[in-house]
């Protein structure tokens, strides 16, 4: 079975960058679109931003020019790299292999000042 073992979250200011991480168990994670999730308090979870097997994206208009997701298949790891970051980003954010289905566990991130 799959495991997605997501890092990177954290607190920062309003306007800082922070860099997630999600690393795949296995030896498919190259045959896997994968996508980041976020989930504020009290809110439900949304797709955040996508990346396929070639490398298309796809953002939330919200976070578009702000956040970019890459891939590294060599090392089975997803990233997503967040900027200009506001307090409407605050949530757990989760990775998921939208391939086959599977969640990390998340990882919080908290904008305040």
């Known amino acids: 079975q799959v495991q997605l073992v997501e890092s990177g979250g954290g607190l920062v200011q309003p306007g800082g960058s922070l860099t997630l991480s999600c690393t795949a168990s296995?030896?498919?994670?190259?045959?896997?679109?994968m996508g980041w999730y976020r989930q504020p308090p009290g809110k439900q979870r949304d797709l955040v931003a996508s990346i396929s097997t070639v490398g298309t994206t796809n953002y939330l208009t919200s976070v578009k020019g702000r956040f970019t997701i890459s891939r590294d298949n060599a090392k089975s790891t997803v990233f997503l790299q967040m900027n200009s970051l506001k307090p409407e980003d605050t949530a757990v954010y989760y990775c998921r292999s939208l391939t086959i289905g599977t969640w990390g566990q998340g990882t919080q991130v908290t904008v305040s000042s």
């Open positions: 296995g030896s498919r994670f190259s045959t896997y679109t």
